[in-house]
């Protein structure tokens, strides 16, 4: 794992904070809650990815 991962989690989050904050102002609650939501599932759609990563270098080490 990089210390990349760890940067595109936090700028998704802060985008994703951004963009809530200025919808909640302009009174687009929906949008806002949508928005919060679709940054949730890229989040866990990268996670997911290196999940992956991680079984199969436990597989190829433990030689399942």
């Known amino acids: 794992m990089d210390i990349s991962l760890i940067f595109k989690i936090a700028a998704v989050g802060l985008i994703v904070a951004v963009l809530t904050q200025v919808l909640n102002k302009a009174g687009r609650e929906e949008q806002s809650m949508l928005v919060g939501l679709a940054g949730l599932v890229i989040v ?13 270098t436990l597989k190829l080490v433990f030689g399942f």
């Open 44 to 56: 866990l759609l990268v996670l997911v990815n290196e999940f992956g990563k991680l079984f199969s």
